[in-house]
């Protein structure tokens, strides 16, 4: 069965820096993979995603995922954060043959003026 | 933006007590799935819907029943609340209209006390 797991359960960089945020991925075939975004009291939106067409995706709001099949690694990042940025994240893998997502725990992503 | 609504956003309960939640759609979407969120799980899928009274399990299950008469409502009950139970539910759709392209559209969740 298809996993994630996420590297840090917070992070906490200074505005203007710097955001990268871990994901790793355990699948026995090509996964398809997903980033999306909480905002406080909010439901999860899509970020970006990963099916297999160019290794390098980019999403909304200036961030993108790189897939490394060699790493097993989906990671998030997000050149210059913005005090907007402040969310928790969530990496989810698509289960093969099946019509679902499953997804990790999460990294809230804390930013400091 | 995907039409999903939750009811109700918040409620209390005791345990032992019966709750049922609803997910409406109005875009008539195929896959409809409930998880739940509890810190330092993420988010875990509970039961999810590809049509009209087809329904399977999720990885959390076991408490929760679901109900999908209409193609625009999903219904999760718990028949008998418990305090493990307390949680942020949240109902998402799927856009596919053939395959499953895995983006999902969720609601603004439904926090459950359970006292």
């Known amino acids: 069965a298809q996993s994630v797991t996420q590297l840090g359960s917070h992070v906490s960089v200074s505005e203007g820096a710097l955001v990268l945020l871990r994901c790793n991925y355990s699948?026995?075939?090509?996964?398809?993979l997903f980033w999306y975004v909480q905002y406080p009291n909010q439901g999860l939106q899509l970020l970006l995603k990963?099916?297999?067409?160019?290794?390098l995706v980019k999403g909304i709001n200036g961030f993108e995922a790189e897939f490394k099949k060699s790493e097993t690694s989906f990671h998030l990042t997000k050149p210059s954060a913005h005090m907007s940025d402040a969310a928790e994240y969530f990496c989810?893998?698509?289960?093969?043959?099946?019509?679902?997502?499953?997804f990790g725990t999460g990294t809230r992503l804390l930013v400091s003026p | 933006d995907a039409g999903i609504t939750q009811s109700p956003r918040h409620k209390v309960t005791e345990t032992g007590t019966p709750v049922t939640l609803r997910c409406h759609q109005t875009?008539?979407?195929?896959?409809m799935y409930w998880y739940r969120q509890d810190p330092g799980h993420g988010l875990r899928l509970i039961h999810y819907?590809?049509?009209?009274?087809?329904?399977d399990k999720g990885e959390v299950s076991d408490g929760y029943s679901v109900s999908r008469s209409k193609t625009e409502d999903f219904l999760l009950t718990l028949e008998s609340a418990t305090s493990s139970q307390t949680s942020v539910y949240f109902c998402a759709i799927s856009e596919s209209h053939g395959d499953f392209t895995g983006e999902l559209f969720f609601g603004e969740g439904s926090r459950l006390t359970v006292l």
């Open positions: 875009e008539n979407h195929r896959y």
């Open positions: 699948s026995s075939v090509p996964p398809y």
């Open positions: 990963y099916t297999s067409a160019a290794t």
């Open positions: 989810a893998v698509r289960n093969t043959g099946f019509q679902k997502l499953v």
């Open positions: 819907s590809y049509g009209v009274k087809d329904t």
